[in-house]
């Protein structure tokens, strides 16, 4: 048989990250979780960084994402 290639999880995405302090923990929660699920697909610490900024793409986050690039 052909090895299959193996996809993401189909579960929602982390939520966008605007800066706020007060959700930041559940937002790292949420991505660290993420990734874990998904460990074949993010399984370097670039992907893992990419992926991250991307979720950063509200507020002052989206300014501090767009700077790491």
């Known amino acids: 048989t052909m090895a299959s290639k193996a ?13 706020n302090t007060d959700d930041a923990a559940q937002r790292m929660y949420s ?5 874990e ?7 370097t610490n670039k992907k893992k960084i ?12 989206a300014s501090w994402a767009e700077a790491f690039d």
Not at 7 to 19: C, H, N, W, Y
Not at 31 to 35: A, D, G, W
Not at 37 to 43: I, R, T
């Open 50 to 61: 990419i992926a991250a900024l991307s979720f950063m793409n509200k507020g002052m986050a």
């Open 37 to 43: 699920l998904n460990d074949h697909s993010y399984d």
């Open 31 to 35: 991505v660290i979780s993420y990734f």
């Open 7 to 19: 996809s993401e999880l189909k579960i929602s995405t982390p939520s966008a990250f605007d800066s």
